[in-house]
C-alpha cells in the first residue's frame, strides 16, 4: 500500500529533507504534483527547542486541514546534531504511521547501511556491559526497539550479530588492513545489477587492464612496506574475477599473491560468483596459490529465473561448480541466493533454499533484491513502457516471510548469522545477512562493514578507507568506476591512496635506517 500526496513543504528549523525523505520513502509515501493524490498537502515543522525536538504535520484533503504534534528528547549522553535528526525521523514516522493508518516497517528508523555500528559503540562505551564484563542483550534490544522503532526480531538479530563479530573486529589494531583488489568484468549483466561492471572485453583491453593493475597493486604493496602494515585478508572481487581468461586469472592471482601474501594472512578469498566462469584450471590456480575462500553465487535454483534475469548459466553449472570446488581443497565456500526476486514465491525460494543447503556450504548469504539506480531492471521501470508490477515482484509481505523461513531453516542446521548490513529500496524493507557454520565467519565481510580497520581498495571502482582515530573520521579514496577513466587517470588514484595513508600512517625505520 502506498499513498500519494501533491504537494510537501518542509518549514521550521534546519534541513531536514534527506531525513525526511528516508522517512516517507520507508512509509510508501510518494510526492506526485503531476497527479491527483490521496491528499491535497503535507505540511512538516520541525522546532528545536533546548534539548526538546518538536515536530509537527499538517495534512490538507479537500480545503479541510489536520493538524497533528508530536515532541521529544535528546539523550543527554548523545551528540546533539545527530540526536536531532534522530528524533525528526522518529516524531515524523509516528506521526505518519498513526494518522496515515500505514502498517509500521521492520527497522523503523534506522535506515543506514551498517546498523550494528551504533550496537558496537554503544558496548564500547559501555552501555549493556555489566560490571562483570557480561553484555546484557536484552537492555540493547530494547534501546534500538525504543530509539529506532525496529521489530524486535529485528532489534535481537542486530544485537547477536553485532556480538558475534566482535572477537572478529578486535583482532585488528592500528597497523592491520585487508586489500580489496577490484575486477570490473563479467560475462553479462544481470538484471537487478547496478555494480560498476563491464562485460568482458577483448583480450587487448583486458592484457591493458592488467599492466595498470599490476602497477596498482605494487604501489600499495609499497606502501604497505613504507607503512609497516599488516595485511590480514585479501578479497579479489568485482564483477566476477574469475571471469577473467584462464592466463590473465593465473597471472593476476599471481601478482597479488607475491605482493601482499604473507604468514600473517588470515583469510584469501575470490569471489566466483557466475559459476560458468569456474573452471578445473582455475580452480587449480586459486590452491596454487593459497586461497581458503571462494563465493559461488547461484542466487536462485530456478531456472526460468535465471534465465529471466540473464544469469546465462544453469542450475547444473551451479552444481558442477560447487562440487569440483568442495573436492579440490578444504577451503570456505559461500554461496548467495536472492530474496524477491521477479516472479518468485514463497514455495520458489523454499526449494532454492534447501537444494543449496543439501549441498553444505560454509556460508550462504541472502540478500534482498533491492532496485538500484543504474541497474536494468530500474532503468526499465523508469521507462514510458514498463511499471513494477510489469515484473511480478513478490511482495514485502512474501519477501518477509520467505526470509522467516530462510531464519528458522537455518538456525536449525546450525548456521549462525554474523554479517548484516541494509540497503535502499530492498524488498521487504529488510537487510542483507551472511549466514555461516560455527569457525567459518568471513573475517573481510566483518571487517570491511566495521569500518574499523584499513582497507587497500587496488583495481577498477576499488575503494580505500582509512579510520582516522583522531579526527574520528574514515579517510577515503575511490578509483574510477568507469574502465576508460580507471585506465587513463590510474597514477591519480594511486596518489590519492598514498596521501591518504601518509595523513595518518607514519614511515617505519628499516633495519639500515636503525643502524
Same mark, same amino acid.
Given at each position: 500500500?502506498?499513498?500519494?500526496?501533491?504537494?510537501?513543504?518542509?518549514?521550521?528549523?534546519?534541513?531536514?529533507?534527506?531525513?525526511?525523505?528516508?522517512?516517507?520513502?520507508?512509509?510508501?509515501?510518494?510526492?506526485?504534483?503531476?497527479? *491527483?493524490?490521496?491528499?491535497?498537502?503535507?505540511?512538516?515543522?520541525?522546532?528545536?527547542?533546548?534539548?526538546?525536538?518538536?515536530?509537527?504535520?499538517?495534512?490538507?484533503?479537500?480545503?479541510?486541514?489536520?493538524?497533528?504534534?508530536?515532541?521529544?528528547?535528546?539523550?543527554?549522553?548523545?551528540?546533539?546534531?545527530?540526536?536531532?535528526?534522530?528524533?525528526?525521523?522518529?516524531?515524523?514516522?509516528?506521526?505518519?504511521?498513526?494518522?496515515?493508518?500505514?502498517?509500521?516497517?521492520?527497522?523503523?528508523?534506522?535506515?543506514?547501511?551498517?546498523?550494528?555500528?551504533? #550496537?558496537?559503540?554503544?558496548?564500547?562505551?559501555?552501555?549493556?556491559?555489566?560490571?562483570?564484563?557480561?553484555?546484557?542483550?536484552? @537492555?540493547?534490544?530494547?534501546?534500538?526497539?525504543?530509539?529506532?522503532?525496529?521489530?524486535?526480531?529485528?532489534?535481537?538479530?542486530?544485537?547477536?550479530?553485532?556480538?558475534?563479530?566482535?572477537?572478529?573486529?578486535?583482532?585488528?589494531?592500528?597497523?592491520?588492513?585487508?586489500?580489496?583488489?577490484?575486477?570490473?568484468?563479467?560475462?553479462?549483466?544481470?538484471?537487478?545489477?547496478?555494480?560498476?561492471?563491464?562485460? &568482458?572485453? *577483448?583480450?587487448?583491453?583486458?592484457?591493458?587492464?592488467?599492466?595498470?593493475?599490476?602497477?596498482?597493486?605494487?604501489?600499495?604493496?609499497?606502501?604497505?612496506?613504507?607503512?609497516?602494515?599488516?595485511?590480514?585478508?585479501?578479497?579479489?572481487?568485482?564483477?566476477?574475477?574469475?571471469?577473467?581468461?584462464?592466463?590473465?586469472?593465473?597471472?593476476?592471482?599471481?601478482?597479488?599473491?607475491?605482493?601482499?601474501?604473507? *604468514?600473517?594472512?588470515?583469510?584469501?578469498?575470490?569471489?566466483?560468483?557466475?559459476?560458468?566462469?569456474?573452471?578445473?584450471?582455475?580452480?587449480?590456480?586459486?590452491?596454487?596459490?593459497?586461497?581458503?575462500?571462494?563465493?559461488?553465487?547461484?542466487?536462485?535454483?530456478?531456472?526460468?529465473?535465471?534465465?529471466?534475469?540473464?544469469?546465462?548459466?544453469?542450475?547444473?553449472?551451479?552444481?558442477?561448480?560447487?562440487?569440483?570446488?568442495?573436492?579440490?581443497?578444504?577451503?570456505?565456500?559461500?554461496?548467495? =541466493?536472492?530474496?524477491?526476486?521477479?516472479?518468485?514465491? &514463497?514455495?520458489?525460494?523454499?526449494?532454492?533454499?534447501? @537444494?543449496?543447503?543439501?549441498?553444505?556450504?560454509?556460508?550462504?548469504?541472502?540478500?534482498? &533484491?533491492?532496485? /538500484?539506480?543504474?541497474?536494468?531492471?530500474?532503468?526499465?521501470?523508469?521507462?514510458?513502457?514498463?511499471?513494477?508490477?510489469?515484473?511480478?515482484?513478490?511482495?514485502?509481505?512474501?519477501?518477509?516471510?520467505?526470509?522467516?523461513?530462510?531464519?528458522?531453516? =537455518?538456525?536449525?542446521?546450525?548456521?549462525?548469522?554474523?554479517?548484516?548490513?541494509?540497503?535502499?529500496?530492498?524488498?521487504?524493507?529488510?537487510?542483507?545477512?551472511?549466514?555461516?557454520?560455527?569457525? *567459518?565467519?568471513?573475517?573481510?565481510?566483518?571487517?570491511?562493514?566495521?569500518?574499523?580497520?584499513? #582497507?587497500?581498495?587496488?583495481?577498477?571502482?576499488?575503494?580505500?578507507?582509512?579510520?582516522?582515530?583522531?579526527?574520528?573520521?574514515?579517510?577515503?579514496?575511490?578509483?574510477?568506476?568507469?574502465?576508460?577513466?580507471?585506465?587513463?587517470?590510474?597514477?591519480?588514484?594511486?596518489?590519492?591512496?598514498?596521501?591518504?595513508?601518509?595523513? #595518518?600512517?607514519?614511515?617505519? /625505520?628499516?633495519?639500515?635506517?636503525?643502524?
Amino acid at each position: 500500500m502506498s499513498i500519494k500526496i501533491k504537494t510537501l513543504r518542509l518549514l521550521g528549523d534546519g534541513d531536514f529533507s534527506k531525513i525526511v525523505g528516508e522517512v516517507l520513502r520507508s512509509l510508501k509515501i510518494e510526492i506526485d504534483k503531476e497527479n *491527483a493524490g490521496d491528499f491535497d498537502g503535507l505540511e512538516i515543522f520541525n522546532e528545536v527547542i533546548g534539548k526538546r525536538v518538536i515536530t509537527r504535520i499538517k495534512i490538507s484533503f479537500n480545503g479541510f486541514d489536520m493538524v497533528f504534534k508530536k515532541s521529544s528528547f535528546a539523550r543527554p549522553e548523545e551528540r546533539f546534531g545527530s540526536e536531532v535528526n534522530r528524533l525528526v525521523k522518529k516524531n515524523l514516522y509516528l506521526l505518519l504511521a498513526e494518522n496515515f493508518g500505514l502498517e509500521p516497517v521492520p527497522y523503523g528508523i534506522l535506515h543506514g547501511v551498517r546498523p550494528t555500528k551504533i #550496537i558496537q559503540r554503544w558496548l564500547g562505551e559501555g552501555y549493556g556491559v555489566t560490571s562483570h564484563g557480561v553484555i546484557d542483550r536484552d @537492555k540493547i534490544s530494547r534501546r534500538i526497539c525504543s530509539d529506532y522503532l525496529t521489530a524486535r526480531d529485528k532489534a535481537e538479530l542486530l544485537t547477536e550479530v553485532s556480538i558475534r563479530q566482535l572477537p572478529i573486529l578486535d583482532s585488528s589494531d592500528e597497523k592491520t588492513c585487508g586489500v580489496y583488489v577490484g575486477i570490473p568484468f563479467c560475462k553479462t549483466r544481470c538484471l537487478y545489477c547496478s555494480f560498476p561492471a563491464h562485460v &568482458l572485453p *577483448a583480450e587487448e583491453k583486458i592484457a591493458e587492464f592488467m599492466n595498470v593493475l599490476t602497477r596498482d597493486i605494487e604501489s600499495a604493496a609499497t606502501s604497505i612496506k613504507i607503512y609497516g602494515l599488516k595485511v590480514q585478508t585479501i578479497y579479489i572481487g568485482g564483477g566476477t574475477p574469475t571471469a577473467l581468461p584462464e592466463k590473465f586469472f593465473a597471472e593476476m592471482l599471481e601478482t597479488v599473491h607475491k605482493n601482499f601474501y604473507g *604468514a600473517g594472512v588470515e583469510e584469501f578469498t575470490v569471489e566466483g560468483g557466475r559459476p560458468d566462469t569456474i573452471t578445473s584450471e582455475k580452480i587449480s590456480v586459486m590452491k596454487n596459490f593459497d586461497v581458503t575462500r571462494v563465493s559461488v553465487n547461484p542466487q536462485t535454483m530456478q531456472q526460468r529465473t535465471l534465465d529471466f534475469i540473464g544469469r546465462k548459466h544453469s542450475v547444473e553449472d551451479f552444481i558442477r561448480a560447487f562440487k569440483e570446488l568442495r573436492a579440490a581443497g578444504d577451503w570456505k565456500i559461500n554461496t548467495d =541466493l536472492i530474496l524477491g526476486l521477479p516472479g518468485e514465491k &514463497l514455495d520458489d525460494f523454499k526449494d532454492s533454499l534447501e @537444494k543449496v543447503i543439501a549441498l553444505e556450504p560454509d556460508d550462504i548469504t541472502l540478500h534482498a &533484491l533491492a532496485i /538500484k539506480r543504474g541497474s536494468k531492471l530500474q532503468m526499465r521501470i523508469s521507462d514510458e513502457i514498463n511499471r513494477l508490477e510489469d515484473f511480478n515482484l513478490p511482495s514485502d509481505k512474501e519477501v518477509r516471510e520467505m526470509e522467516n523461513f530462510a531464519e528458522k531453516i =537455518l538456525r536449525g542446521k546450525k548456521f549462525l548469522p554474523y554479517y548484516l548490513y541494509r540497503q535502499g529500496y530492498s524488498g521487504g524493507q529488510i537487510e542483507n545477512v551472511g549466514w555461516c557454520r560455527r569457525g *567459518a565467519e568471513g573475517i573481510y565481510n566483518v571487517q570491511m562493514m566495521g569500518e574499523r580497520q584499513t #582497507i587497500l581498495g587496488v583495481g577498477g571502482a576499488a575503494s580505500t578507507k582509512v579510520p582516522d582515530s583522531i579526527n574520528k573520521r574514515i579517510q577515503t579514496a575511490f578509483n574510477a568506476k568507469d574502465l576508460t577513466t580507471y585506465l587513463r587517470d590510474f597514477e591519480k588514484y594511486i596518489a590519492r591512496r598514498e596521501k591518504i595513508l601518509s595523513e #595518518i600512517y607514519q614511515p617505519v /625505520k628499516t633495519e639500515e635506517e636503525g643502524d
